[in-house]
């Protein structure tokens, strides 16, 4: 099992840019492949980003292709979500994901541990 924490949301005007950043504690943080999903008011939880136990391989969602990259560093056990160009639409609370899995995986039951959210709202 591993802890996240997940930091970074902020209120940001539609083309601005922002950064969240996943914490993970634990030991094995480099075996974990991880993700990133959001959830806007009255709408179910999507997909946005995840990336491979070694950070070789990105899955994206269509809607942030070119926008928002995934990266982390299994020096600090953190895992990051770069949003730029962000929309009104990108508003929702964003969560990271662990799992033991280690290919960029989009399914979110294939992932273990869940952070508490962190909210993200883009005005216009």
């Known amino acids: 099992q591993v802890q996240l924490v997940e930091s970074g949301g902020g209120l940001v005007q539609a083309g601005g840019s922002l950064r969240l950043s996943c914490a993970a504690s634990?030991?094995?943080?480099?075996?974990?492949?991880m993700g990133w999903f959001r959830q806007a008011p009255g709408k179910e939880r999507e997909f946005v980003a995840a990336i491979s136990a070694s950070g070789g391989t990105t899955t994206y969602a269509d809607f942030v292709k070119g926008r928002f990259t995934i990266s982390r560093d299994n020096a600090k056990n953190t895992v990051y979500l770069q949003m730029n160009s962000l929309k009104p639409e990108d508003t929702a609370v964003y969560y990271c994901?662990?799992?033991?899995?280690?290919?960029?995986?989009?399914?979110?039951?294939?992932?273990?541990?869940w952070g508490q959210g962190t909210q993200v709202t883009v005005s216009s």
């Open positions: 994901a662990a799992g033991r899995h280690t290919g960029a995986i989009q399914a979110g039951k294939t992932y273990n541990s």
């Open positions: 634990g030991r094995s943080f480099s075996s974990y492949a």
